[in-house]
């Protein structure tokens, strides 16, 4: 299978996997920005992509930028036919704590070439929706929201 990828400047980073087993296409940014405590910010890329039909990408968070900063990945679903930017929707934490305050005014500072997010290209499910009177019964019923704990 290939990802064809198209270049809209000529400094934004082609996706690569870190190892051949990554389920993850590094994505980086193609800007600098600074994102105030609070605020979200959509991220450009400077790629455009054309997935196989039959499949989907999933963009995610990097396991190490967001556990290691105040940095969040909103999840992105980018439809096979969809041929714009590919722009990555972040958001830093209202606050962070410093020492022993909470500081209200800490911001975080995305430098273009940065490893932002993660493609994940999965298979696209085929899917009917079948409208029925009742549901199957299961032992799980109704519960959700932390039904079974917190």
Not at 38 to 57: D, F, H, N, Q, R
């Amino acid at each position: 299978m290939q990802l064809k990828v198209k270049r809209l400047t000529e400094t934004a980073v082609l996706p690569v996997r870190a190892h051949q087993s990554d389920a993850g296409f590094d994505i980086c940014a193609d800007e600098n920005i600074t994102i105030n405590a609070g605020e979200t910010v959509t991220v450009s890329t400077g790629l455009s992509i054309a997935i196989p039909e039959g499949y989907y990408g999933r963009l995610k968070g990097r396991s190490g930028l967001t556990s290691k900063t105040a940095l969040r990945v909103q999840e992105g679903t980018i439809d096979s036919d969809y041929r714009g930017e590919i722009k990555v929707i972040c958001d830093v934490r209202d606050a962070m704590l410093s020492g022993d305050v909470w500081n209200d005014e800490y911001y975080l500072e995305i430098t273009k070439g940065a490893k932002i997010a993660q493609l994940i290209i999965q298979p696209l499910p085929t899917v009917d929706v079948v409208e029925v009177d009742e549901l199957d019964d299961t032992d799980r019923g109704d519960g959700g929201f932390g039904s079974t704990g917190v």
